[in-house]
C-alpha cells in the first residue's frame, strides 16, 4: 500500500506505515453492504495467496448479516400479528358489548309487548266465553 500510488498519500496509511491491504465488498442479493478491510504493516502483498480465503470469508458475512435481517424481519412482524390481533379481539369485544346492550332492551321490550297481546287476547276470550255462559 506504501508503494501503490493512489493509496501511498493517504495518511493513515503514512502514519501506520500499512504495507498491504485487502478489501472484499460485503454483498446481499446484488447490492453492496459494506467491506471486509483488512491491513497489514508487515510485508506488502501480504494477502495475495489469502484472497479466495477473504472472498468466501466475505460472502458468508453477507449470508450471515442476510438471515440477521430476515430474523430480524420476521421478528417485528410477528411482534405486529400478535397486537394486531389483540386489538382485534378488543374491537370485537366492545363492538359486542355495543350491540348486546340495546339489542337486549329491545329483545326485553319485545317480550313485555308480546306477553302484553296475549294477556289482553286472554282477557278478552274468557270475556267472550263468560258472555257466551250467561
Known amino acids: 500500500a506504501s508503494s501503490d500510488p493512489l ?39 501480504a494477502f ?14 453477507g449470508t450471515s448479516l442476510n438471515s440477521s435481517q430476515l430474523f430480524h424481519s420476521h421478528s417485528t412482524a410477528k411482534e405486529k400479528l400478535t397486537k394486531a390481533q389483540h386489538n382485534r379481539s378488543a374491537f370485537l369485544g366492545n363492538v359486542s358489548h355495543e350491540l348486546r346492550t340495546p ?22 276470550t274468557q270475556m267472550q266465553q263468560q258472555q257466551q255462559q250467561q
Not at 498519500?9 to 453492504?33: E, F, Y
Open 7 to 45: 493509496t501511498s498519500t493517504d495518511h493513515h496509511v503514512v502514519v501506520n506505515r500499512v504495507k498491504s491491504i485487502a478489501v472484499c465488498p460485503i454483498i446481499i442479493k446484488s447490492r453492496v453492504l459494506g467491506a471486509l478491510y483488512i491491513e497489514s504493516a508487515l510485508r506488502e502483498s
Open 103 to 124: 339489542l337486549n332492551g329491545m329483545l326485553a321490550a319485545n317480550d313485555f309487548m308480546f306477553n302484553s297481546i296475549v294477556e289482553q287476547q286472554q282477557q278478552q
Open 48 to 61: 495475495t495467496q489469502s484472497m479466495i480465503a477473504l472472498r468466501v470469508f466475505s460472502t458468508l458475512m
